[in-house]
């Protein structure tokens, strides 16, 4: 129950500053315990209410997860680092000057998955 208090606690408040993920995770303890005590109000067996609580915090996970992996396809296409024009001249303005490098382009990407 403590796991299912901090999971919904982190979906309400969506970030990740420990100020306020302590405070959601305070606010999914009291939304979860007023979860539990309407369904016990309402009469309903241990097994109902395991299975109405994991329904609530599949409820909480989803949403966030989707919100995530929409955000990472929005980047998908931008390269994690890229570098252009790369130059190196070694010994330069000597008769013995070495170009080793020019004009060299560098894109990283991240894999998706």
């Known amino acids: 129950?403590?796991?299912?208090?901090?999971?919904?606690?982190?979906?309400?408040?969506?970030?990740?500053?420990?100020?306020?993920t302590i405070i959601g995770a305070v606010m999914g303890s009291v939304l979860f315990r007023l979860l539990v005590a309407?369904?016990?109000?309402?009469?309903?067996?241990?097994?109902?209410?395991?299975?109405?609580?994991?329904?609530?915090?599949?409820?909480s996970i989803v949403p966030q997860f989707l919100r995530k992996k929409r955000l990472r396809s929005a980047h998908?296409?931008?390269p994690m680092l890229e570098i252009q024009s790369v130059a190196k001249t070694f010994n330069a303005d000597t008769p013995n000057e070495v170009r080793s490098?020019?004009?060299?382009n560098?894109?990283?990407r991240q894999v998706p998955g």
Do not use: C, H, Y
Request: no cysteine.
């Open 38 to 59: 309407v369904a016990l109000r309402w009469g309903l067996s241990p097994n109902d209410l395991k299975l109405i609580t994991a329904g609530f915090v599949l409820r």
């Open 1 to 20: 129950m403590g796991l299912a208090s901090v999971i919904i606690g982190e979906a309400l408040v969506g970030t990740n500053q420990l100020g306020t």
């Open 106 to 108: 560098f894109q990283l």
């Open 101 to 104: 490098l020019r004009g060299v």
């Open 76 to 78: 998908a296409d931008s």
